[in-house]
C-alpha cells in the first residue's frame, strides 16, 4: 500500500516465521551515486525501493544518468559528467540523498538547487556547504541557516584541505569522499570532534571500492585522504540485506515468540548489526547461521547502551527496554532530535503512551521496565522508526495499538506490515 494514506492496527500475541531483510537502502543510495559519476553502465541488484532507494533513482536520472528500474535489478547509464538539472531537485524526506548529491552536485556543468519535505528542511547541511566552498564549491543555503533549500553552482571541485565536524552527521564526510573522488587534486580532510556513526563512512568506503575508487582513512586520527581525478568504473553491485530494517524483527522474536531474518552479511560493514550483540547483552537469545538470524523470547535486563554509533536502532531499544528488568540507559542520543522529527521526545512520547516509564536526561534516554503495556493511538509524525517501533510494541501490549499515518514506513521498509503478518502477528492496514 505504499504511496496511499493508511493506518495499521497491531494486536498482541505470539509471532514464529522467517522473513528475508529488505535491501539496505544506505548501501543502494551510495552505489545510485557512485553509478553516476562512474563510466560506463552500472547494474544495481535487489536495490532497496524503499522511499529514499527511489530518491536516489530519480536524482540521478535528473542529473543526466539514463535510469531503468527493472523488478530486481536498476541499470544507471551515466553522463560523462553530472549535468545540471532542469528542474529542482526534490529529495523528499532524504536526508542521505540530499547530502550525497549535493556534494556530487559540485561536479555539474551548471547550477543545482536541492530542497526536500517540511522534515529535511529542518535538517542541517550548512558545515557541509562549508567544508564544499573550501575545496572550492561554489553553493549557499537560500534562507541562509544552514539549512535546505540549497544551490551548488557546479563547475568542478579543486580540492585540497578542509576541516568539519563529525558529531553532527557522518553523511558530510561519506558525501565529500564520494565526491572528492573526482576532485582537480587530492584532498584531506579532517574530522573535528568525534566522528559518530563512523560505520556510515566504512560503508561508502566499501562502495567507492567496487566502483574502483579509493580513499586512505584513519578512523582513530578522524583522517581521510582522497586522491582526485579518479575514473571509477561502471560495475555489478548488488544490495545486501538491511539490518536496521531487520532489527525491528529481531526484536519482535525477542519479545513475542521467535524471528528469523533471512539474507544478512555476517561480514556487513553497517553499524546496525549490533542489534545482535545488545540483545545477547540484555540477555536475550539471537544465533546467526548462514546469513541467518534468528531470535527467540526470554527474559531481558536493563543495561546501559552507547547509541553514538547506532541511533537509529534507538527507537526499537527503547521497546525493548520497557520489557527489561531494572534501569536501561540509551546513551549520547542527542543527535536524534534533529533525524525526522525530534526522535527523542517521539520515543519518550511512545513509550509513556503505550504505559511504559520513560524520560529524556539531557543525552540520554532512560526507560525502566519493566512495563505492562497496554495498546494506543500512536502518531508516529512521519517517522519511519518511531512507528515500526510502536509495531512492535504492539506484539506485547494489550489490546489494539493503531499507528495513524502507517505509511510512513515505506520511507525505509515497504514490506514491514506484510513481513510482519508472515510472522503470524495480527496486523490490520486501513486506508484513512
Known amino acids: 500500500m505504499a504511496g496511499s494514506r493508511y493506518f495499521a492496527v497491531v494486536r498482541g500475541g505470539e509471532i514464529d516465521g522467517t522473513v528475508k531483510a529488505p535491501p539496505s537502502k544506505s548501501f543502494t543510495q551510495r552505489a545510485v551515486a557512485c553509478a ?14 524503499s522511499d529514499d532507494g527511489k ?13 531503468t528500474m527493472g523488478e530486481r535489478a536498476w541499470l544507471v547509464d551515466p553522463p560523462s559528467r553530472p549535468e545540471a538539472p532542469d528542474d529542482v531537485v526534490d529529495c523528499g524526506g532524504s536526508a542521505t540523498s540530499m547530502r550525497l548529491f549535493t556534494a556530487i552536485a559540485a ?30 564549491a561554489n553553493c549557499f543555503s537560500t534562507r541562509g541557516n544552514g539549512r535546505p533549500p540549497v544551490v551548488v553552482e557546479g563547475g568542478g571541485v579543486r580540492g585540497g584541505a578542509v576541516s568539519i565536524r563529525g558529531d553532527i552527521t557522518s553523511q558530510y564526510i561519506s558525501a565529500l569522499i564520494l565526491a572528492c573522488s573526482r576532485a582537480d587534486s587530492e584532498t584531506s580532510i579532517q574530522v573535528l570532534k568525534t566522528l559518530e556513526s563512523a560505520d556510515y563512512v ?3 568506503l566499501d562502495v567507492l571500492r567496487e566502483f574502483g575508487g579509493t580513499a586512505c582513512s584513519d578512523f582513530a586520527a578522524g583522517r581521510f585522504l582522497v586522491p582526485g581525478r579518479q575514473t571509477l568504473k561502471g560495475c555489478r553491485y548488488h544490495v545486501e540485506g538491511d539490518y536496521s530494517s531487520a532489527a525491528f524483527i529481531i526484536a519482535a522474536g525477542a519479545l513475542a515468540g521467535r524471528a528469523s531474518v533471512t539474507g544478512l552479511n555476517a561480514k556487513t560493514s553497517q553499524g546496525d548489526r549490533r542489534i545482535i550483540e545488545i540483545i545477547e547483552r540484555m540477555g536475550g537469545r539471537v544465533t546467526f547461521d548462514e546469513g541467518a538470524a534468528t ?35 540509551l546513551r549520547r542520543v542527542g543527535r536524534l532530535r534533529l533525524k525526522e522529527s525530534d526522535r527523542v ?3 519518550v512520547n511512545m513509550v509513556n503512551r503505550l504505559g511504559g516509564h520513560a524520560q529524556a536526561e539531557g543525552q540520554d534516554l532512560v526507560v525502566k521496565g519493566p512495563s505492562e503495556l497496554k495498546g494506543t493511538e500512536i502518531d508516529p509524525k512521519g517517522d519511519h522508526r518511531i512507528a515500526m517501533a510502536a509495531a512492535i510494541a504492539g506484539l506485547v501490549a494489550g489490546g489494539e495499538t493503531v499507528i495513524r499515518e502507517a505509511e510512513c514506513v515505506s520511507k525505509s521498509y515497504p514490506s514491514f506490515f506484510s513481513d510482519l503478518k508472515r510472522l503470524g502477528a495480527e496486523v490490520e492496514v486501513k486506508r484513512g
Open 345 to 347: 521526545e517521539g520515543v
Open 36 to 49: 553516476l559519476i562512474a563510466e560506463g553502465e552500472s547494474e544495481i541488484v535487489e536495490p532497496s525501493t
Open 295 to 329: 531470535s527467540v523470547r526470554k527474559g531481558l535486563r536493563g543495561v546501559e547502551i552507547d547509541c553514538s554509533e547506532v541511533p537509529d536502532l534507538v527507537p526499537v531499544l527503547g521497546v525493548l527496554a520497557t520489557q527489561a528488568v531494572g534501569v536501561t540507559i
Open 202 to 204: 566504512k560503508m561508502s
Open 107 to 136: 561536479l555539474a556543468d551548471g547550477a543545482t538547487v536541492l530542497t526536500g519535505d517540511r522534515s529535511l528542511r529542518r535538517r542541517p547541511i550548512g558545515e557541509l556547504l562549508e567544508a564544499m566552498i573550501g575545496l572550492g
Open 55 to 67: 530518491v536516489a533513482a530519480k536524482i540521478a536520472k535528473s542529473m543526466g544518468a539514463k535510469v
